[in-house]
């Protein structure tokens, strides 16, 4: 089964530093894979997803992400932080076969002035 | 285009009682999904349609969880009778493809 794992359930930058949410999944084979963003009470929002092709993706409000296979590994980044990047952030994987996506636990960002 | 519609957007019920949540998806999108979403987790798949059929519902606890979707446009998920530990966000997402969703705003339930 798939797995997904977000490495620290709360980080915390000053604004202006990077941005570093960490994903990784478990999949003999490469899946789909994806970043939400959600803000309080509010739907996910696509942040960005790599399906094929280059690995190093670029998503909404200056995010972006990289597919490392041999690391098996979707860390989200972005180079300064903004106030409004405050939210929950989820990874998510889709299994090369089947529709259905599975969701890491998320990462709450803070943004410090 | 206009997004995935749910209502209602708060819902308090007591233990037992019953609760009906409403989902239009996005126009043309085939394929409507239902997420709970307890808090500090991520979602959790409960049941997908395509079109009106149901292609997966492994986790939906269907002793007290049903949901249809009439004629392939938008869907009810109904809870009877409800538990405590049914409090949560249930999302509501469409896709045309297989690569994303979009999401609703999600309906939040607390059971007291």
């Known amino acids: 089964a798939q797995s997904v794992t977000q490495l620290g359930s709360h980080v915390s930058v000053s604004e202006g530093a990077l941005v570093l949410l960490r994903c990784n999944y478990s999949?003999?084979?490469?899946?789909?894979l994806f970043w939400y963003v959600q803000y309080p009470n509010q739907g996910l929002q696509l942040l960005l997803k790599y399906t094929t092709g280059a690995t190093l993706v670029k998503g909404i409000n200056g995010f972006e992400a990289e597919f490392k296979k041999s690391e098996t590994s979707f860390h989200l980044t972005k180079p300064s932080a903004h106030m409004s990047d405050a939210a929950e952030y989820f990874c998510a994987v889709r299994p090369n076969t089947g529709n259905q996506f599975y969701f890491g636990t998320g990462t709450s960002l803070t943004v410090i002035p | 285009e206009a997004g995935v519609a749910q209502s209602p957007r708060y819902k308090i019920i007591e233990k037992r009682q019953s609760v009906a949540f409403w989902c239009n998806p996005i126009s043309g999108h085939a394929t409507l999904y239902w997420y709970q979403q307890i808090l500090g987790q991520g979602p959790k798949l409960l049941i997908q349609f395509q079109n009106n059929g149901v292609v997966d519902d492994s986790q939906l606890p269907k002793d007290r969880f049903s949901a249809e979707r009439l004629k392939g446009v938008d869907s009810t998920l109904k809870i009877q009778p409800a538990k405590l530990e049914d409090s949560a966000v249930y999302l509501c997402?469409?896709?045309?493809?297989?690569?994303?969703?979009?999401f609703g705003s999600g309906t939040r339930l607390t059971v007291v």
């Open positions: 999949s003999s084979v490469p899946p789909y």
């Open positions: 997402a469409s896709s045309q493809t297989h690569y994303g969703y979009t």
